[in-house]
């Protein structure tokens, strides 16, 4: 079976594995969009170039008509190159953030795989909404387990995908979701030197630069988003 996305992989962190509902204090929708984003600069569809005043501006590589393993990754691909500018990282991510049923589509993609089962449930007895319990729990615990040894291993290089999904989850809540507190804790100091790119072999260090860039969008945007939702 052919290996997760980043999307995918965001999706199975966020999710509580029994009720298939979206962990508490996690920023879902920035952490999907900035995994869409991260799996088109990994794969070399888009990649990044200098804007103004220091910033980064999104462009489409190539015309390559060749499909996605998601159909949300080749809607995003073309929203970038169907754009009537440059635009930079950040409207990207909360374009791709704001994709129609993105986190629906995603755990289809999931539900195809057998790894989650799709059901519904009632909110306050009233609202039907999805929800995706967890139906195999191996490649979840091989995400975990991927994380984990990065975090724990001083002198191993982290290969940029796994960089990037720690810089992510780190980002919008997922690590506290998934690990706990005391332990990451203690491992600060090696978490840090794989958000700053200190700890990736020099052929990943370019991809990892290219997608911190959307990692520091879905990291600000939640503290935008927060009084928003507060004030409601």
């Given amino acids: 079976m052919a290996s997760l996305t980043l999307p995918e992989e ?46 980064l501006l999104v462009e489409a590589t190539d015309e390559s008509a060749a499909p996605l393993s998601l159909d949300v990754f080749d809607e995003a691909l073309q929203l970038v190159r169907n754009s009537s500018k440059t635009r930079a990282v950040g409207h990207w991510v909360s374009k791709f953030s704001s994709l129609k049923e993105l986190r629906h589509r995603i755990a289809l993609s999931l539900v195809r795989r057998g790894t989650l089962r799709m059901d519904e449930d009632k909110v306050l007895f009233l609202f039907t909404r999805k929800v995706y319990p967890e139906l195999d729990p191996r490649p979840e615990r091989e995400i975990l387990e991927r994380l984990g040894r990065a975090l724990h291993s001083d002198s191993e290089p982290v290969e940029a995908r796994t960089a990037i999904l720690l810089s992510l989850s780190h980002a919008t809540g997922l690590l506290k979701a998934n690990f706990d507190a005391t332990e990451l804790k203690g491992r600060k100091q090696r978490l840090d030197e794989i958000l700053n790119g200190n700890a990736v072999g020099d052929s990943a260090r370019k991809a990892v630069e290219e997608a911190q860039m959307a990692v520091f969008v879905a990291c600000i945007m939640p503290a935008v988003i927060t009084p928003v939702i507060i004030s409601h």
């Fill in 10 to 55: 965001v999706l199975l962190l966020a999710l509580c594995d029994d009720k298939g509902t979206t962990h508490s204090g996690v920023y879902q929708g920035v952490a999907l969009g900035a995994a869409v984003l991260s799996e088109l600069l990994l794969q070399g569809r888009v990649r990044t170039v200098k804007g103004p005043k220091d910033s």
